[in-house]
């Protein structure tokens, strides 16, 4: 019987010990364009016919895993800007050759911290108007932040 009692104990003790002492990540990456050298930021303006530089730095609390770019435009006045200054807005107008840009972005090696740097030329033909920059970021984990700018291509 003491045998049985020690199997018992011994059973207990290993089967409430978790042979993973990582904790879950639960937190959400962050977009930090309040840097000097992000860009575009709320309300910036871009030319056509010409190429910028899109500057963001990403954080997390373990490891970034991609960050994604989505430029389109906001002839109709719909909305999902996160940021709360109104740029003031041109009058609703139709598309006829709007400026779209979307790419996803591998971000190697997972850091914990990375500053994407991306040329985007814009082409001399696209209307001009509002536009909403959206960035997206997601750690390895799967957790995502979104950013979403209101911007002026002329």
Not at 55 to 84: I, K, P, Q, Y
Not at 122 to 135: E, K, L, N, R, T
Request: glycine share 6%; charged share 25%.
């Amino acid at each position: 019987m003491k045998r049985i009692v020690n199997v018992f104990v011994l059973l207990s003790v290993l089967l409430s010990c978790s042979k993973d002492s990582e904790t879950t990540d639960t937190e959400y990456p962050e977009i930090d364009m309040a840097y000097a050298e992000a860009f575009p930021v709320q309300c910036s303006t871009i030319r056509r016919g010409e190429t910028f530089v899109f500057r963001a730095l990403f954080s997390d609390n373990v490891a970034l895993g991609s960050f994604s770019l989505d430029v389109h435009h906001n002839f109709d006045h719909h909305t999902h800007s996160t940021e709360v200054n109104d740029c003031g807005l041109d009058p609703v107008k139709t598309p006829e050759t709007p400026f779209v840009y979307i790419r996803s972005f591998d971000i190697p090696g997972g850091p914990q911290t990375y500053e994407a740097r991306m040329e985007i030329a814009v082409p001399a033909d696209v209307d001009p108007g509002d536009y909403h920059f959206m960035i997206r970021v997601t750690d390895r984990e799967g957790w995502q932040t979104m950013k979403g700018l209101s911007i002026k291509i002329q």
